[in-house]
């Protein structure tokens, strides 16, 4: 569920760099987009009815990139704050945490 299906779509082509697949409305003031390439797929819906999104606070979405130092300069350019890292817990791996517009937690890991 997101609160704004305009910036959260926004937000995952420009940052994340999926792309919308496919988008309809579902009823009155509904509306569901699917966005990602390939397999695997992620459904945004916007109810307008819907005041607040509670997305817990255990949950994140994690997205591999070539270059974690070149992702962090890219979102700040963007206005997006990093919410936490970079981590490097070995060698093999880093990552750092951002919020998407609905406080979303979003992880970019670069395999090392």
């Known amino acids: 569920m997101v609160k704004n299906l305009e910036e959260s ?6 940052v994340v ?3 919308i697949n496919s988008r309809f409305n579902s009823g009155s003031g509904v509306e569901i987009a699917f966005i990602g390439d390939d ?9 307008e009815d819907l005041k607040q999104v509670d997305l817990g606070h255990d949950i994140s ?8 130092d070149k992702m962090m300069t890219f979102v700040k350019e963007k206005g997006i704050d990093i919410q936490s890292g970079p981590f490097q817990p070995n060698p093999h791996m880093k990552f ?3 919020l998407d517009p609905n406080g979303l937690k979003i992880q970019f890991v670069e395999n090392i």
């Open 9 to 14: 779509l926004k937000f995952y082509n420009e």
């Open 17 to 19: 760099g999926l792309t």
């Open 39 to 47: 397999e695997t797929k992620i459904e945004l819906i916007c109810d």
């Open 61 to 68: 979405f994690g997205f591999e990139v070539n270059s974690v």
């Open 96 to 98: 750092f945490y951002i």
